[in-house]
């Protein structure tokens, strides 16, 4: 007589509909543009502090031309026997200097030699002097002469131009004075005194010559024209 083995009977699978597979990618998404959105606020906060630098250093740039070229006027002027050129026409290469006339077209007109200075594109920076640093070594060459170190992050060596605007003369004797008794003539009514006003602007690229920063100072110095 033979005995029937029961077979086990095991519970019906359920069907798998993939719940756990759908909530996992959609977890993985969330993840991913979160990851993106923190990628992206730290490339453009990245960004931002490099244009803060580069414009900081166009300030920089343009402060130290400025300042270079008052030194320039200074050392020249207060010299016995030296004479500060500027020229009539066109801005004098050694000096970078020119005498302030508006009505000259060539200096001041819409395509003049100034005009294209002060204009916004980058025209200037085939104009004006080109400062080079303490030691002339260029401006943003990394050369240390002198003791002076300089800046090599500036797209380009910063530029100005001097303004000879005219005599200072003494209270009574026009619009431009100066008071206290100064110059040969010790300032006597209706007499020029040997005083300059001097216009400096200088100009300065930051880190690409898309940064620009102007500077702009007058400076009374001693002239002997």
């Given amino acids: ?30 993840l991913t543009l979160l990851a993106i959105g923190a990628s992206s606020g730290s490339l453009l906060q990245q960004r931002m502090v490099a ?15 400025l300042r270079g070229a008052e030194w320039n006027l200074w050392s020249i002027a207060s010299a016995v026997g030296n004479t500060f050129v500027c020229d009539a026409a066109d801005i004098n ?6 005498k302030y006339d508006p009505s000259s077209s ?24 080109e400062y080079k640093g303490a030691d002339s070594g260029g401006y943003t060459s990394t050369s240390v002469a002198n ?18 605007m005219g005599l200072v003369k003494p209270p009574g004797a026009g619009p431009q004075h100066e008071s206290g008794a100064t110059g040969t003539n010790m300032g006597g009514p209706g007499q020029n005194i040997s005083i300059h006003i001097y216009r400096i602007t200088a100009r300065a690229t930051g ?13 009374d110095a001693q002239t002997s024209n």
């Fill in 1 to 30: 007589m033979f005995a029937h083995r029961m077979q086990p009977r095991f519970p019906q699978r359920a069907s798998q509909r993939g719940a756990v597979l759908v909530v996992a990618l959609i977890f993985l998404i969330l």
């Fill in 93 to 98: 290469a050694t000096t970078g200097c020119v």
């Fill in 51 to 65: 244009a803060t630098r580069s414009a900081q250093l166009a300030n920089l740039s343009a402060d130290t031309a």
């Fill in 207 to 219: 880190g690409t010559k898309n940064i620009v920063r102007v500077a702009q100072s007058t400076f």
């Fill in 147 to 164: 003791g002076h170190t300089a800046s090599p992050n500036v797209a380009t060596n910063p530029r100005y131009i001097v303004e000879d």
């Fill in 106 to 129: 060539a200096l001041y007109g819409s395509t003049g030699t100034v005009t294209q200075f002060r204009t916004g594109n980058n025209a200037w920076l085939s104009t004006g002097t």
